[in-house]
């Protein structure tokens, strides 16, 4: 197109490539300007635009022959005076906002070059407006402006930029197109210039629509056709009286401007009368006619643009009428269905259209109509002391102002009777082909460049208040202030006497029940027994009796024993981030839980999980929450003296994970890791005295204490890849869940201490350091790395495998598998399940709190790693 | 191969610096402008680095930039001239470049 252009029309592309590249270095050099530079600038621009108001509405009205010379100087001050008291004191160089909550900043960076264009009907104030919002934000401006107004508004930008450069701003950030036959085809070359950064266009509708589809970022404004509705609630004298000043205001060029007036029947006459006694002109059916066929081009079915900005008496002698010479408005009441009427169009010259409405719907439906015909998204007005009446117009309106109570062209404006913006450019959002509905300004040239900074989340420890935590402990039970209690447990419970013990022990006025229909796995059905229960007896405490299950399912029932009205859904969805997530629980509990284990496992006592079946998935759910934790842990190690040898191992595996997990979880502090290595170090030393001796209480002791030390662990550093893997394959092959995770360990130790494929990302997890997390649980236990690996001494692989050397010696020493092969499962259906274990396994929660982000394929080898019968490391 | 003077221009390049124009009318070599100590270019200064590199050029000398402060360098980038940017170092290439 250039290169032709350049042929067709010598001259031309030299001319556009000259103004651009004034502005391109104008906009270059003014990057390095100062806020206080720049706001020295734009005070010089706007002292220049005040004193020259009166002399450029002279000349535009002389040269446009359109509009009230009275109304143009102001129009001048409003976008010199106003619009400069609203910027003065907005930041817009260098950091502009900060968001110390947030940890954020917002950096301005100016656009770069603009074209603006500027409208017949506002030629000057629209360059002034537009030239002190392009000094505010250190921008170059091009002026486009209209053919039939250009001398002023370019005589406007040329008293700006003198102003301007007097105060030392960039030589040739305002420019423009002289006045020339060819300055269309000027204006459309520098649309497609690849040094125009964004069009600012404002004007008639094909200017802006070439704007918009000039491939570049472009603000532009829709054509408006203003609703406005006087409701039978309005002081309806001063409504009349703000309408004719509105629309009179400039002879009607405002877009934002009163096009159709919907009046309720109850203030109609009272309206009208008021309109005419202050010299308005209310035409008859006849003369209707007559200012539609002139107010309307019949050949575009559009405003005649020669009436634009004419007086009323001048319009009504176009249409054959004689009226006043000092006539204000014609009125025209529309008759018939609205949404045919010529006259429901954008009219910009003192022609109103007049509705008359029989309640609030209809009169928002006819203010629709008149919306909907040509003015979506631009502005509307009602005028109403009924709150109720201004939100329902409001909330069905399409515009991007609604002005309540008064004029809507002086409204529009903004500064002037409201605090909207103020803007010579009414953004008419996507109802009007645009990007924004703002009354676009300063903030609308700006890029903003948002400076995050990384955030810490708030890390916290909570656990369960008061924890008892000797043999012989269960007596604390008698001092438990309970009026009624119901104590939810296992059958086995009281085959293993820990009933009775319960029992004895409470107070003797105490209303006790018991519940002991907990199986290996609760479901929500036997929770929901567990809670009619409660209602039945309205117990004040709640005693959890047994192992995990039984804590777990207690949990539960006593959160919606408190709160009747929970719904499950609300509280068990999936989560990524604890603190994202979309789960609401209750703020507090009020009936107390005592939690008093018969294991050395899940540490259920002191976290705030609890996991039930689902019946109709047959999937496992976990909720977690502080709702969960319990009041009070009675850590008695004389209740586990009883557990058979498979079961103390199994249990232990499980705390043993716990401890591994928490010690090397991306949520992991130093108040877990000192927690998980303790119950390490415990597990160690106990558990092969508590399986050969199970009556001795002093192993059965520590062992216990080590379950619940490592239970603080998990309840806020959680678990990892070992657990995933060990609730998909317990879930498939029925395997108790301490055993399952024992299969695991070896090969989940080494998966976490290499360098990880992908790292996990979360804030709070800077540095990756689970190799060195498991050296030092090494270092903790006292091992000795072995000389004949060839690894170093001391060295963080060295520790590692020496820890995954002990872990096997304790596992093979109390008896416990180490592969999935040693459990018994034959090759054939393990290969044949494998693809679900793996989806199950990937989909676990538990994954993403793992130092490492198993990746799809690696959770499918650590299965088959751990599939064959183990040999030492 | 010519031998290459070093002149440290000073805090505001406002406009041409006569003792650069003066060397490279000598015509005893190539131009090697130090910026070290420059915090801000004006529309002026922009143009007249732009044609010394026009007239260095007819004459077969170059002139270089060295040193400049990230403000003056984004300077270059915002004003999109090829000739500016290539005494910076950046290889050549048709219309702006970035
Ligand atoms: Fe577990």
């Known amino acids: 197109m250039t ?28 990057t390095q300007y100062s806020q206080e530079q720049v706001d020295n600038i734009v005070k010089a621009m706007a002292l220049a635009a005040i004193d020259a108001s009166p002399r450029l509405a002279m000349v535009a009205c002389e040269e446009t022959r359109m509009g009230v010379l009275e109304d143009k100087v102001l129009k001048n001050l409003v976008a010199s005076e106003f619009l400069y008291k609203q910027i003065r004191d907005k930041r817009t160089v260098g950091v502009i906002k900060e968001f110390p909550e947030d940890n954020m900043m917002e950096i301005a960076e100016p656009i770069g070059v603009i074209l603006a264009l500027a409208p017949v009907t506002n030629p000057t104030s629209t360059v002034i407006f537009k030239s002190l919002c392009a000094a505010k934000t250190r921008n170059s401006i091009i002026f486009s402006p209209h053919l039939m107004a250009a001398n002023s508004s370019n005589m406007a930008a040329s008293i700006l930029y003198e102003a301007a450069l007097a105060a030392g701003a960039p030589k040739g950030f305002i420019t423009w197109v002289e006045k020339s036959a060819r300055l269309r085809r000027e204006t459309e070359l520098m649309m497609v210039h690849p040094e125009v950064d964004l069009i600012f266009a404002t004007g008639g509708t094909q200017m802006v629509k070439a704007a918009y589809s000039s491939g570049k970022p472009a603000l532009g404004v829709g054509p408006g056709n203003t609703p406005v509705y006087i409701h039978k609630s309005a002081s309806v004298l001063s409504a009349v ?41 209310l035409c008859s059916a006849d003369e209707v006619n007559k200012v539609a066929d002139v107010a309307i081009d019949p050949k575009t079915g559009s405003m005649n643009y020669r009436l634009v900005g004419q007086s009323a008496a001048a319009v009504a002698e176009e249409a054959g009428l004689s009226v006043e010479p000092a006539t204000k408005i014609l009125l025209c009441p529309l008759e018939g269905d609205l949404r045919y009427h010529k006259l429901a169009k954008e009219k910009l010259m003192p022609v109103m259209g007049i509705v008359k409405v029989d309640s609030i719907e209809e009169g928002i439906n ?8 040509g003015g979506t998204g631009h502005t509307s007005g009602i005028f109403a002391t009924d709150d109720k009446a201004i939100e329902r117009f409001a909330t069905n309106i399409n515009a991007g102002r609604i002005i309540v109570n008064c004029p809507t062209s002086l ?9 909207l913006d103020t803007t010579f450019s009414f953004g008419c959002g996507t109802g009007g082909g645009n990007i924004t509905t703002d009354n676009v300004g300063i903030k609308n040239l700006i890029n903003y460049k948002r400076v995050p900074r990384r955030r810490n989340f708030t890390l916290t420890f909570q656990t369960t208040k008061n924890i008892y935590i000797n043999p012989g402990s269960i007596e604390h039970l008698r001092s438990v202030k309970t009026k009624s209690a119901v104590v939810v447990t296992s059958r086995s419970a009281a085959s293993r006497g820990h009933l009775s013990l319960v029992l004895e022990r409470l107070p003797a006025d105490c209303n006790v029940d018991v519940f002991s229909q907990i199986g290996v796995e609760p479901d929500w059905e036997t929770i929901k027994e567990g809670i009619a229960t409660m209602r039945h007896s309205k117990p004040d405490t709640i005693i959890a009796l047994g192992g995990g299950s039984v804590m777990d399912a207690a949990k539960i029932m006593r959160l919606f024993y408190d709160w009747p009205d929970l719904d499950l859904k609300d509280i068990s969805a999936n989560f990524l981030d604890f603190r994202h997530r979309l789960n609401v629980f209750p703020k507090d509990v009020k009936t107390q839980l005592v939690a008093i ?26 909720l977690v929450d502080e709702s969960l934790l319990p009041a009070v842990a009675i850590l008695d190690a004389n209740l586990t ?22 010690l090397v979880s991306i949520l992991s502090t130093d108040y877990t890791d000192g927690l998980a290595l303790e119950a390490i170090r415990l597990i160690f030393e ?19 204490n080590a379950a619940c030390l490592a239970g603080m662990a998990i309840g806020n550093a959680s678990v990892g890849v070992n657990h995933a893997l060990a609730h998909s394959l317990g879930a498939a092959f029925d395997v108790p869940h301490g055993r399952a995770n024992g299969v695991f360990l070896l090969t989940t130790i080494a998966y976490n201490a290499g360098i990880p494929t992908k790292f996990i990302p979360h804030s709070t997890y800077p540095l990756f350091v689970a190799d060195k997390k498991y050296a030092r649980a090494a270092q903790f236990l006292d091992l000795v790395e072995d000389e004949s690996a060839g690894l170093a001494h001391k060295s963080v692989p060295g520790l590692v495998l020496a820890l995954r050397r002990a872990v096997y010696d304790l596992l093979r020493q109390v008896d ?8 018994g499962i034959g090759q054939d259906e393990f290969h044949s399940r494998l693809p679900a274990l793996v989806e199950s396994a990937y989909n676990d929660m538990s994954m993403r709190t793992n130092p490492r982000l198993p990746i799809l394929v690696e959770v499918g080898e650590l299965f088959l790693h751990s599939y064959q019968t183990r040999q030492r490391p | 191969m010519k031998h290459t003077e070093t002149v440290k221009i000073k805090v505001a390049l406002l406009r041409g610096v006569d003792e650069v124009d003066r060397l490279l009318a000598a015509g005893s070599g190539n131009l090697e402008l130090d910026f070290t100590e420059v915090n801000f270019i004006s529309v002026e200064g922009l143009e007249w680095l732009e044609e010394l590199q026009l007239r260095a050029q007819s004459q077969g000398a170059t002139v270089t930039f060295i040193n400049l402060q990230p403000e003056q360098y984004k300077v270059f980038k915002v004003a999109h001239i090829d000739s500016l940017l290539k005494a910076c170092g950046a290889p050549m290439r048709s219309g702006p470049s970035c």
């Not at chain 1, 259920?604 to 047959?618: C, G, H, I, L, R």
């Not at chain 1, 106990?686 to 062992?703: I, T, Y």
């Not at chain 1, 416990?816 to 459990?823: D, F, T």
Request: proline share 5%.
């Open chain 1, 3 to 30: 290169s032709s252009t350049r042929e067709k029309e010598p001259g031309l592309v030299e001319q556009v490539d000259h103004l651009v590249r004034q502005a391109r270095l104008a906009a270059a050099v003014f």
């Open chain 1, 241 to 281: 009286m703000d309408i004719i000043i509105s629309k009179t205001f400039d002879n009607g060029t405002e877009c934002p401007s009163e096009q159709t007036l919907i009046i309720d029947s109850e203030v109609y006459d009272e309206a009208m009368a008021e309109f005419q006694r202050l010299g308005c002109y």
């Open chain 1, 366 to 373: 006819r203010a629709l109509d008149v919306n909907y015909c």
């Open chain 1, 411 to 419: 409204g529009g404006f903004g500064g002037f009777y409201n605090n």
């Open chain 1, 597 to 622: 284990p018969t294991t050395s496992g899940t540490g259920s006592e002191v976290t705030p999980f609890a996991v039930y079946k689902d019946n109709t998935t047959k999937h496992k759910v976990s």
């Open chain 1, 641 to 662: 003296r009883s557990l058979p040898p498979r079961i103390t191992a199994d249990t232990a595996v499980d705390a043993l994970t716990h401890a591994l997990e928490a």
């Open chain 1, 686 to 704: 106990a558990l092969p005295a508590a399986v050969a001796d199970g009556g001795n209480v002093l192993w059965r002791h520590k062992l216990h």
């Open chain 1, 816 to 823: 416990q598998p180490l592969s999935i092969e040693e459990l």
